[in-house]
């Protein structure tokens, strides 16, 4: 944290994502995904982002008068929150919506299953995928990122009290993923605000992109099972089953994502270490 004066008033602003609170943090997720280059269409963009940094309310910087000077230098001090992603979980891990509490996953998807990932990822697919002939489906993208949220966003479930003193105990106090139940949970979660909707898929982003590096030798170049709609990561499931070594299709779905991952990258290089000494054995 740092002090900038404007006159006889002092701020207190924050030099990274960790500082800043959980409402500016809310607000704010969406400006790494903004342009702030000066220009006279992003201008908007970063005086709307310098007064939440800054910790003013809307009447107080409306009647805030800045120098060209001023405002050049207030835009160097700020620049972060537009060319720096947060790092780590987020400062909320769960949020509110139409009376129901909904539950972020832990961090570096600690309590993620493979259904979790599996099923997150298709529909992360489907939220990113270019628009046909150019012209994005707004009302597609938005049901995508709806059920992406409530992939990973889900109630707590019922008997977690009792879960927690159970052998089965993993840590996750959110329901187990549930297709039909997600799809409910995201018609209710189209009421959700915008940021935070963001917030989750910069959280998920983050998370997957670190998961996918961790286990890339799995995935070979692409850093994604094969199929580009998704379905990859259901096939890459239903083969584990078919193999037995982890039981059934549903046992394997329920296994924590970084078991299963870990597991199948073991395989693949001992694999790769059998076929090398089988080489160099018969050059």
Not at 227 to 255: I, P, S
């Given at each position: 944290m740092k002090t900038i004066e404007f006159g006889s008033k002092a701020y207190r602003v924050a030099e990274n994502w960790a500082e800043l609170t959980t409402e500016q943090y809310v607000q704010l997720i969406l400006c790494p995904r903004l342009k702030a280059d000066g220009s006279f269409d992003t201008v908007e963009h970063q005086a709307a982002a310098c007064r939440v940094w800054l910790g003013m309310s809307p009447r107080v910087w409306r009647d805030l008068i800045i120098t060209p000077w001023q405002w050049g230098q207030l835009r160097q001090q700020f620049a972060w929150l537009f060319n720096t992603a947060p790092e780590g979980k987020p400062p909320l891990m769960s949020f509110e919506c139409g009376g129901v509490n909904y539950h972020l996953p832990a961090a570096d998807m600690a309590d993620t299953t493979g259904a979790d990932l599996a099923a997150a990822n298709m529909a992360y697919l489907e939220f990113a995928a270019p628009p046909e002939d150019g012209v994005t489906d707004v009302d597609s993208k938005t049901k995508a990122l709806n059920q992406l949220v409530a992939i990973l966003c889900r109630p707590r479930r019922k008997d977690w009290r009792k879960f927690m003193n159970s052998d089965e105990w993993n840590g996750d106090v959110r329901e187990p993923f549930n297709e039909a139940r997600a799809q409910?949970?995201?018609?209710?979660?189209?009421?959700?605000?915008?940021?935070?909707?963001?917030?989750?898929?910069?959280?998920?982003?983050?998370?997957?992109?670190?998961?996918?590096?961790?286990?890339?030798?799995?995935?070979?170049?692409?850093?994604?099972?094969?199929?580009?709609?998704?379905?990859?990561?259901?096939?890459?499931?239903?083969?584990?089953?078919?193999?037995?070594?982890?039981?059934?299709?549903?046992?394997?779905?329920?296994?924590?994502?970084h078991l299963l991952f870990a597991s199948l990258l073991d395989d693949l290089l001992n694999q790769q270490e059998a076929q090398e000494r089988e080489k160099a054995q018969h050059p």
């Open positions: 409910a949970h995201a018609e209710q979660l189209d009421k959700l605000p915008l940021n935070l909707k963001m917030l989750v898929l910069d959280y998920f982003e983050r998370s997957n992109n670190a998961f996918l590096a961790l286990y890339g030798e799995l995935f070979g170049k692409s850093r994604e099972p094969r199929y580009q709609d998704g379905r990859g990561w259901v096939m890459l499931l239903k083969n584990v089953a078919k193999d037995g070594h982890f039981g059934d299709y549903e046992k394997v779905c329920t296994m924590p994502a």
